[in-house]
């Protein structure tokens, strides 16, 4: 039985063993199963972060989704399809088209050109020093009446444009060059080069049309946009000495001079021993295959004596058959009648005749009007990018803009922030052109709601700007000066608004509150409530003070030490503003405002405005950050090796602290009081009032200067080599909101109304006495005026921001 009993429990050990081995597999098995699930996690999350971050890299140049503002097609405004939309020319006329015919002007006296073509006139530039320039009428639409003073020259430029056809009609422009004084009888010989070119990768074709003399008749050929044309240059005063032509490639607009200095040739003429300077005729390269290439460039130059007077006729195949041409008394009637419905227009708007200005400065005030609006450009490209998730710049995509510009000779490309000034005068001249601007600025905003401060759209803009301004960071804003314009069009024309455009407005309005929303999620401060600039340098040694680029002012003084901590007043007083503004758009478009609303009057709130910004020691506004006055450049005791090290670096000989930067009192100081945020009863205000008018602070004879001369800072240099800007030069846009502001703290009811009315009167008076004796003195407005002798400075001509001394004329706030 022992055996039996023995025998009976050896299956049951062994069943012991088989199900602990069982086990054990299945533990294996279930361990393998959870690591290989743990892989495919680990795998899903890598994939899933990289999913993400190549999703975060890509939004920066992603469009913002929703319906676009404005056709590609430019067809769709041929009232605006041409123009001289090449700001950056003195003379050059283009098409609203991607990929557009352009035409353009040069001159030079052939006994002053010398090797490299510095007496060439073709981009404008302040070193060609030009006595004056600038258009004195023009319409945004249909002509315009230029005059250039070139040393002993007096070169006028006109052109008017007739519509027909399918692809926006003729045009004809006048050129004629005489002496400056009369009494001069001989000037010798200019030489006149008028070009047409096709922009990068354009599809169409241009040729040259020779007569039986070999010599160039037209010009002619085919664009998708334009259809056939035909270009003519016909002499129609004086005596040519000389007539040449070149047809050939040009790598690009901004190497036309390039192209034609590469292309002259000296040439005797025929029956003489009289030697010239022709261009080459047909330099055409050739292809792989030994064949000519097609051309994209042709140019035709005319030697003539002075006085000499020519027109270039544009010519659209798509018009039928014509009764006449656009030239000689035809053109003089056109330009007659254009002139004449302009200069009515502008007395029937901005009614400077009926305040009693004289006739000096109603033409000087239709001058900076015409240069602002003459200034319009087309621009198309791709501008360079570069976000937070991005480790290099990214392209943005490609897309058109139509916009003013602050200055054909330094800044002809588009600025945000100078958009919202330029278009308080655009918008009253024409409603249609500034809702154009405005849509094709919005439809350059990305998927987050950005726009980029800076549009540097194709070669010829590119060849303007230094390197390391052209990429653009997708963490900067600027001020959101359209919200002014915005304002000032629902003020002034809400009906005419509402009536023709109210279908644009309601597609404008997501765009709106994606761009709001940006500001008021990406530029917030660390306390609830307050709102700072980014893209300042906290680890230079170079500067002075860290400028704020992104502010618009540049190099105004801020904390001297940038951190998470700084507050900035002037921002914090646009987003108040703007949220005001996006609430009266959602009630006038029948959305919910509410948000808006509420946001509007928390950050319009004085006493939290007060609690955060208001100075108790200065009794003023203030930025509020981790700051000492204590600095100053001076050179390295030590000898620095690098090649790139500055000669001069920032010492500072007292610790920052957390403080409000109240030495610095200047326009950063006016926010609240020139966005009209203080309240009219407010003893601040009252305050503010009394320091615009002490000399040692803001107060001059000329305007307001931007930085009192009682900070630290004021006219200090912010590197060796970067003279002050904002810092105490008188700028005219502050200077027109101060106006604004002053406007209305006087028609509104309370203590002060008397004396920001007295204040108002006396400010309008010395900017406008100003601006039109410096522009007598040197033919320019200017960028900004000195603060001591109100000499015009910085650029010029400067027809942005600075023509608004016609809105301060008309008194249009």
């Keep these: 039985?022992?055996?039996?009993?023995?025998?009976?429990?050896?299956?049951?050990?062994?069943?012991?063993?088989?199900?602990?081995?069982?086990?054990?597999?299945?533990?294996?098995?279930?361990?393998?199963?959870?690591?290989?699930?743990?892989?495919?996690?680990?795998?899903?999350?890598?994939?899933?972060?990289?999913?993400?971050?190549?999703?975060?890299e890509t939004r920066v140049n992603t469009p913002f989704d929703s319906e676009k503002l404005v056709s590609i097609n430019g067809l769709d405004t041929a009232?605006?399809?041409?123009?001289?939309?090449?700001?950056?020319?003195?003379?050059?006329?283009?098409?609203r088209d991607p990929q557009s015919l352009v035409s353009g002007l040069m001159w030079y006296r052939p006994h002053n050109l010398r090797q490299g073509g510095e007496s060439f006139r073709h981009w404008c530039e302040q070193g060609d020093k030009l006595d004056k320039y600038g258009w004195f009428e023009h319409d945004g639409k249909t002509f315009g009446i230029q005059q250039v003073y070139d040393g002993d020259l007096l070169i006028n430029i006109s052109y008017v444009k007739k519509p027909g056809g399918r692809h926006g009609g003729d045009w004809t422009a006048r050129i004629g060059v005489s002496p400056r004084n009369s009494k001069i009888k001989d000037l010798g010989e200019i030489s006149f080069i008028f070009y047409s070119a096709l922009e990068d990768k354009s599809t169409g074709n241009i040729k040259a049309s020779l007569g039986a003399d070999n010599r160039l008749s037209g010009m002619e050929g085919y664009t998708d946009g334009l259809g056939a044309y035909r270009f003519s240059m016909n002499p129609i005063k004086g005596t040519v000495e000389e007539h040449s032509f070149l047809i050939t490639v040009t790598p690009g607009l901004n190497l036309v001079k390039e192209t034609i200095l590469q292309n002259l040739r000296l040439a005797s003429q025929k029956g003489s021993n009289i030697k010239r300077i022709v261009l080459g005729g047909d330099q055409l390269p050739l292809d792989s295959e030994g064949k000519k290439t097609d051309p994209n460039f042709c140019a035709t130059q005319v030697t003539a004596k002075i006085p000499f007077e020519f027109e270039v006729l544009f010519e659209s195949g798509s018009v039928p058959?014509?009764?006449?041409?656009?030239?000689?008394?035809?053109?003089?009637?056109?330009l007659n009648e254009q002139r004449k419905r302009f200069n009515d227009k502008f007395e029937r708007i901005f009614k400077?005749?009926?305040?009693?200005?004289?006739?000096?400065?109603?033409?000087?005030?239709?001058?900076?009007?015409?240069?602002?609006?003459?200034?319009?450009?087309?621009?198309?490209?791709?501008?360079?990018?570069?976000?937070?998730?991005?480790?290099?710049?990214?392209?943005?995509?490609?897309?058109?803009?139509?916009?003013?510009?602050?200055?054909r000779s330094f800044f002809p490309r588009g600025f945000l922030w100078d958009e919202g000034f330029h278009g308080l005068i655009i918008s009253?001249?024409?409603?249609?052109?500034?809702?154009?601007?405005?849509?094709?600025?919005?439809?350059?905003?990305?998927?987050?709601?950005?726009?980029?401060?800076?549009?540097?759209?194709?070669?010829?803009?590119?060849?303007?700007?230094p390197e390391e301004f052209v990429t653009q960071l997708s963490s900067n804003a600027n001020p959101p000066t359209f919200f002014l314009t915005l304002e000032y069009i629902l003020n002034t024309r809400e009906s005419e608004l509402l009536d023709r455009h109210y279908k644009l407005l309601d597609k404008l309005y997501p765009r709106l509150q994606a761009w709001f929303e940006w500001f008021n999620t990406t530029?917030?401060?660390?306390?609830?409530?307050?709102?700072?600039?980014?893209?300042?340098?906290?680890?230079?040694?170079?500067?002075l003070n860290p400028k704020t680029l992104t502010s618009g002012l540049d190099d105004y003084p801020r904390a001297s030490h940038p951190n998470i901590d700084e507050r900035h007043v002037d921002l914090r007083c646009w987003i108040a503003f703007a949220a005001g503004v996006m609430a009266r758009l959602a009630n006038v478009l029948h959305h919910s405002s509410e948000k808006y609303s509420e946001t509007s009057h928390y950050l319009k709130d004085n006493n939290l405005l007060n609690n955060l910004h208001w100075s108790s020691a200065s009794q003023s506004y203030a930025d509020y950050g981790l700051h000492t006055d204590k600095v100053e450049l001076k050179r390295p005791t030590a000898p620095i090796r690098s090649p790139t090290a500055p000669d001069f670096i920032r010492v500072v000989s007292e610790d920052p602290v957390l403080r409000y930067v109240d030495s610095s009192f200047g326009y950063v100081s006016l926010f609240p009081f020139i966005l009209q945020i203080i309240d009219p009863d407010s003893p601040h205000l009252d305050k503010v009032l009394q320091d615009l008018t002490k000399s040692e602070l803001l107060w001059t004879k000329f305007g307001l200067r931007s930085l009192a001369k009682t900070s630290p800072l004021y006219l200090k240099y912010n590197t060796e080599h970067d003279p002050p800007y904002w810092r105490g030069p008188i700028w005219i846009n502050i200077n027109y909101l101060t106006l604004r502001a002053l406007n209305?703290?006087?028609?509104?009811?309370?203590?002060?109304?008397?004396?920001?009315?007295?204040?108002?009167?006396?400010?309008?008076?010395?900017?406008?006495?100003?601006?039109?004796?410096?522009?007598?003195?040197?033919?320019?407005?200017?960028?900004?005026?000195?603060?001591?002798?109100?000499?015009?400075?910085?650029?010029?001509?400067?027809?942005?921001?600075?023509?608004?001394?016609?809105?301060?004329?008309?008194?249009?706030?």
Aim: with cysteine; proline share 4%; charged share 25%.
């Design 744 to 813: 209305y703290y006087s028609n509104t009811p309370g203590p002060y109304a008397v004396k920001a009315k007295k204040i108002y009167k006396e400010l309008r008076e010395n900017i406008i006495k100003n601006m039109l004796t410096q522009y007598n003195k040197t033919g320019f407005t200017w960028e900004n005026y000195g603060d001591s002798n109100g000499e015009g400075k910085g650029s010029h001509p400067f027809n942005g921001w600075s023509s608004l001394v016609l809105m301060i004329m008309a008194e249009l706030y």
């Design 79 to 95: 009232d605006r399809y041409w123009g001289s939309y090449r700001p950056g020319l003195y003379f050059g006329m283009k098409t």
């Design 523 to 543: 530029q917030v401060g660390d306390m609830p409530g307050t709102y700072r600039w980014r893209g300042r340098d906290s680890l230079t040694n170079r500067e």
């Design 1 to 56: 039985m022992v055996k039996s009993k023995s025998h009976e429990r050896t299956p049951k050990a062994k069943n012991k063993h088989l199900n602990h081995a069982c086990h054990k597999k299945e533990a294996e098995s279930t361990k393998m199963n959870l690591m290989n699930s743990v892989l495919t996690l680990i795998c899903m999350l890598v994939a899933a972060w990289f999913g993400y971050k190549g999703y975060l």
């Design 352 to 407: 400077l005749k009926e305040k009693g200005f004289k006739e000096d400065a109603i033409e000087y005030a239709k001058l900076a009007f015409s240069n602002l609006i003459g200034s319009i450009g087309y621009f198309y490209g791709s501008a360079q990018v570069q976000s937070v998730y991005t480790k290099s710049p990214v392209p943005y995509w490609k897309a058109p803009l139509y916009t003013a510009v602050p200055s």
């Design 428 to 465: 009253t001249w024409d409603l249609d052109i500034e809702l154009d601007i405005i849509s094709h600025w919005f439809d350059l905003m990305n998927s987050e709601g950005w726009i980029p401060r800076e549009m540097i759209l194709g070669s010829e803009a590119l060849a303007k700007v």
């Design 321 to 334: 058959l014509r009764k006449e041409k656009l030239t000689g008394k035809n053109f003089d009637i056109a």
